[in-house]
Every structure is written in structure tokens, then in C-alpha cells.
């Protein structure tokens, strides 16, 4: 969704560039973005660690009540720290038999267990909450909502990815709630898969898609200050 566009005259002020900044310090998102910009040869992508000095205030935004509220807070905050195009996600599991929980507070769903992770935490929690539950009934996805900032231009897409909720968590790979997510259509856990896997299907995967589709049909050019 494009909601605004640059002037001339804010173009005659701004320089070329090749770099999109990613405002997240999440090492699991940077690792995965990294991978996923590999089919974007064209851009630069550097994350706000690099680029700032202040990223940890990132950590502060995320009081939103939707995931385009706060990838909205986040990535302006970055883009003004930065001066760089940004692009800024909020993501999160969404259970149906839950009521579409944890979903926005999926990153801060359980208080963290002494010997525990957080992520390890969240899971716990989710798990013991689905308790009970028939396998038909644990149907879930994940949900990522993607903002691209540049000078006078935000673009927004979403994408998701359908499974369900397993009773015990499998597989070595991803972050977060990954071991106990069955992709719909497969008999793999999102951690089971390898990373080139996973980006080939993954709700990221498929809003940096949408993302990069918008950007191309509107013929956006990379700018800076």
C-alpha cells in the first residue's frame, strides 16, 4: 500500500542509493533476511546495529495493538536514526483454537522460566494452554507484516503461511516458535526444514515478495538524504 510519494523537490535533495536498512536486532530475522535478500542482488541490506548507535530503543516501540502498528513504530524510528531506506517487520503465531493468540504478543507471551529461554518460555506456555486439544483442532499460522520507509514514501504487505500446532517441539533449525509449527501440506516442523527451505514458503518470505512486487510496479528508486 503505497501512502505517500516522494516531490521533486525532495528528489532533487536526495542521493542514490543501493543499501535498505533492516530495523531489527532479532539474530534469528537478521539471519533469515540476509538469506532472503540473496534474490535481491540489486540491494544492500545492513541492519540498524550497523548504522546506529541507539538501536536498543527498537525494543521500546512495540506497543501497537496490530503487527503494522508496531513495524510501523519500529521502522520509523529507524529510518529517522538511519537515513536509509528501511524495512521494518512485526510477525507472530496465530493459534485458532486460541483465539487467534498469542499473535501480536507472540515475542513476549510467557514470563521468562528460571532455566529457561525466552523462546523456550513461550513455547511452554502455548503448549500448555493447547493441552487436550485434538490434533484437527490445533490448526495456527504465521503472520508478517512488512513496512518499507524511504523519504516521503511507506509501502506496507503481508504474508502468512497455514499449519498447526504440534504436541512437542522437533527439529534444530529456526527461532522462536518454530519447533512446534507443522507446515500445512508437508510432514516437516518449520525447524526441521533448512533455511533455504524455509524462505522458499515462510510468511517473511512471502511479505518480502509482496514487498519487493509493490516496489518494482511503482518503480520506487532507492534514495537517501
Known amino acids: 500500500m503505497l501512502l505517500a510519494t516522494t516531490t521533486k523537490q525532495e528528489n532533487?535533495?536526495?542521493?542514490?542509493?543501493?543499501?535498505i536498512m533492516l530495523a531489527s536486532q532479532n539474530a534469528g530475522k537478521i539471519r533469515e533476511y540476509q538469506s532472503l535478500f540473496n534474490k535481491y542482488?540489486?540491494?544492500?541490506l545492513v541492519t540498524v546495529g550497523e548504522i546506529t548507535s541507539n538501536a536498543s530503543a527498537l525494543a521500546q516501540a512495540?506497543?501497537?495493538k496490530t503487527y503494522y502498528e508496531n513495524a510501523f513504530e519500529k521502522g520509523q524510528l529507524a529510518h529517522l536514526a538511519g537515513k536509509l531506506p528501511t524495512i521494518s517487520d512485526d510477525s507472530g503465531l496465530e493459534v485458532d483454537a486460541l483465539g487467534g493468540r498469542p499473535g501480536v504478543l507472540s515475542d513476549r507471551y510467557a514470563s521468562?522460566?528460571?532455566g529457561y529461554s525466552k523462546s523456550e518460555s513461550n513455547v511452554r506456555k502455548l503448549l500448555e494452554e493447547l493441552r487436550g486439544v485434538p490434533k484437527d483442532k490445533r490448526t495456527a499460522r504465521f503472520v508478517c507484516t512488512l513496512v518499507f520507509f524511504m523519504e516521503g514514501v511507506v509501502v506496507s504487505a503481508t504474508g502468512t503461511v497455514e499449519g498447526s500446532i504440534l504436541e512437542t517441539p522437533r527439529g534444530p533449525n529456526g527461532f522462536g516458535y518454530d519447533p512446534?509449527?507443522?507446515?500445512?501440506?508437508?510432514?516437516?516442523?518449520?525447524a526441521e526444514m533448512a533455511l533455504e527451505q524455509k524462505n522458499e514458503l515462510s510468511h517473511r518470505a512471502r511479505a518480502l515478495a509482496a514487498l519487493m512486487q509493490q516496489i518494482k510496479e511503482k518503480n520506487l528508486k532507492l534514495v537517501r538524504p
Open 62 to 64: 512495540e506497543n501497537g
Open 12 to 19: 532533487a535533495s536526495m542521493r542514490p542509493t543501493n543499501m
Open 41 to 44: 542482488p540489486e540491494y544492500k
Open 180 to 190: 512446534i509449527f507443522l507446515v500445512k501440506d508437508t510432514d516437516l516442523s518449520m
Open 112 to 114: 521468562i522460566e528460571p
